[in-house]
């Protein structure tokens, strides 16, 4: 019988086509969607990420994996994002900052808000400060989500907040900020709203700014 730890193995190695219908499986088998992303998808990348660490793989087994792992994404979306029956809670602008291609992460942080009743709108990646607070204006955004995975781009946050400053809307929008390299000492030194370490967390501290 196929398992989650075999999911992680084929995200690894990045099977995008098993990656789907292994997904498609174990939903099925009413697996839960976050065991499939933590035990699975996450499970995997971050085996590969040690292996990068030790330069046993290289950035193409980068790329195929995360491809691989946005596939078991697609199917898990619709589960996701079920939309809640009352109406939506708040409004979110998330994005992956200046500089920075990652978005799995990103991603799975917007189905959560999304499936957990917020309106998302998501910039994608390397999004420059301007575009957070131009879309953010034009949305009426309660909440700008950023995200970041490769340590040099953290500084486009504290850009991102300044701007926020600059064009008098840091009262009224609140900043979360996410990813491996940020935790709440960095969260704070930038002067953001809060930091989670994961999509649940993540959501958990967006219904807390929209009170
Ligand atoms: C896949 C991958 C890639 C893929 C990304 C594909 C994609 N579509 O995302 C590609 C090939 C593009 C890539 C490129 C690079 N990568 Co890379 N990559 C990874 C890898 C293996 C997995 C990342 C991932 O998706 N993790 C799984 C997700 C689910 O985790 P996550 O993003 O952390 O998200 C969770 C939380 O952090 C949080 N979260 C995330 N965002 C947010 C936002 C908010 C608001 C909140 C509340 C929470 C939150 O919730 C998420 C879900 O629980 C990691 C290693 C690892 N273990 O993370 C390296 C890693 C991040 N990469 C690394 C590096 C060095 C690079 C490159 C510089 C390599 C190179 N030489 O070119 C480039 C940089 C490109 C750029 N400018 O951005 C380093 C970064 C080191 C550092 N500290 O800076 C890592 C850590 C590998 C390593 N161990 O050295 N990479």
Redesign the pocket.
Same mark, same amino acid.
């Given at each position: 019988m196929a398992t989650l730890t075999d999911l992680a193995e084929l995200v690894e190695s990045g099977k995008s086509k098993e990656v789907r219908s292994l997904t498609q499986k174990l939903l099925g088998e009413n697996v839960s969607a976050d065991a499939i992303?933590?035990e699975g998808?996450?499970a995997g990348?971050?085996a590969?990420? $040690?292996k990068?660490?030790k330069f046993e793989a290289f950035?193409p087994e980068?790329?195929t994996?995360?491809?691989a792992?946005?596939e078991a994404l697609k199917v898990l979306r619709p589960k996701m994002t079920q939309k809640a029956l009352h109406k939506e809670i708040g409004t979110v602008v998330?994005g992956?900052v200046e500089?920075?291609?990652?978005?799995?992460? $990103?991603n799975?942080?917007a189905m959560m808000l999304e499936g957990g009743g917020f309106k998302v709108i998501d910039l994608g990646?390397?999004v420059p400060p301007d575009t957070f607070i131009k879309e953010a204006k034009y949305h009426g955004a309660d909440i700008l989500? =950023?995200?970041?995975?490769?340590?040099?781009?953290r500084l486009a946050m504290k850009e991102t907040l300044q701007k926020l400053i600059d064009e008098g809307m840091r009262d009224n929008t609140k900043v979360?900020?996410?990813?491996?390299?940020?935790d709440q000492e960095f969260c704070d030194l930038i002067g953001a709203d809060?930091?989670?370490?994961?999509?649940?967390?993540?959501l958990k =501290?967006a219904k807390t700014f929209v009170k």
């Open positions: 992303i933590t998808v996450i990348l971050d590969l990420g $040690k990068f660490e950035v980068l790329i994996a995360g491809l792992a946005q998330i992956t500089g920075d291609v990652h978005d799995v992460g $990103k799975i942080v990646v390397d989500a =950023l995200s970041a995975l490769y340590s040099p781009t979360m900020v996410g990813g491996a390299p940020i809060g930091y989670a370490p994961d999509a649940p967390a993540g =501290l």
